[in-house]
């Protein structure tokens, strides 16, 4: 069996901790047998433990005992991954969901979407990127005591860069220099310029979802001293004609959003400039989200 789920990438400036795309960069995880000891094979580095201690592994032991269930067996896993680690391309959420999936195909769970959805959150600590990877596309999603509400849509056809930096940049540590309050007023303004940006991405408006989306107050403007990239490519991406660019999730990732005819004049410029040192990546958004194969 193969589970195999998407990357994704989070925020899309306003809407922070809300939404979220999947992206066509791949986590797999094979089971390939029973075996004395859990043992997780891969080429991910040595800081990727390859025992019980793996996010995996340690999200499947959560799942089974809010499920109360203990699972007789152990098991010899292959784990592959396309996803950059710690750059801002869903790879945590990538490996929660997939350790989800393990636990529900192990166990027989017969879990729901909803189900997982619930409990990849309450790993995550916010959805916007576990959800795109569970149901695929554009998915916008709140969480409050304990239950997610998710919107899955078509996102609008368009092309998407991936600048990915030579460094990580974890989570953990872009949050640290987010504000601990948002003053009533510019809570409001923030929340006003996100909610223009989902109507815009319904509509399929992309140039002023574009446009809009570079407008972020809830967290680009606290991490762009993290990622001096993310200037870099915006003034890129305004001179040679993309809709948008916003720090993907909490970076260090920059996403571009672009029509199909500026692609090639904004790669060429992206990869002539001397101050970027970096992946790019031509994505396309994936529809499908978690896959599971017999
Ligand atoms: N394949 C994997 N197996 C086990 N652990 C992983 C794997 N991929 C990522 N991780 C864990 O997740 C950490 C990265 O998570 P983090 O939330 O900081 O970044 P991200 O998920 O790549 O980016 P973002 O959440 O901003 O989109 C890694 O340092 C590692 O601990
Ligand atoms: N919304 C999250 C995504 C990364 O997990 C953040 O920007 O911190």
Request: proline letters at 4%; one cysteine or more; hydrophobic letters at 40%.
């Amino acid at each position: 069996m193969k589970i195999i789920v998407p990357a994704t990438s989070a925020n899309l400036g306003a809407g922070f901790d809300s939404i979220g795309i999947a992206v066509n960069l791949y986590l797999t995880v094979e089971i390939l047998g029973i075996s004395n000891s859990w043992y997780i094979e891969h080429d991910l580095g040595e800081n990727i433990p390859t025992d019980e201690r793996n996010l995996l592994l340690t999200t499947l032991t959560e799942v089974l005992s809010v499920k109360n269930v203990v699972l007789s067996e152990k098991y010899h896993l292959k784990m592959t991954s396309e996803i950059p680690l710690a750059r801002g391309l869903g790879s945590s959420s990538s490996v929660i969901i997939a350790g989800i999936e393990l636990a529900n195909q192990l166990a027989q769970l017969n879990l729901t979407i909803d189900e997982k959805l619930e409990l990849a959150t309450q790993i995550e600590g916010h959805p916007d990127n576990v959800a795109p990877a569970l149901l695929g596309n554009l998915v916008i999603a709140t969480t409050s005591n304990h239950h997610t509400d998710a919107v899955c849509a078509e996102f609008p056809v368009c092309k998407l860069l991936a600048f990915v930096p030579n460094y990580e940049l974890k989570t953990m540590d872009s949050r640290k220099v987010l504000p601990k309050q948002l003053s009533y007023k510019e809570a409001v303004s923030a929340s006003s310029i996100a909610n223009v940006l989902t109507a815009n991405l319904l509509t399929g408006d992309l140039l002023s979802a574009g446009k809009i989306m570079e407008r972020d107050r809830f967290h680009e403007p606290y991490r762009a001293n993290l990622v001096p990239e993310l200037d870099i490519l915006r003034k890129i991406g305004r001179a040679y004609g993309a809709y948008g660019t916003y720090l993907s999730g909490a970076g260090p990732t920059i996403m571009m959003l672009c029509a199909d005819k500026v692609l090639s004049v904004l790669t060429e410029q992206i990869h002539q400039d001397k101050q970027l040192t970096g992946q790019l990546y031509s994505l396309e958004i994936d529809k499908m989200g978690l896959k599971t194969e017999h």
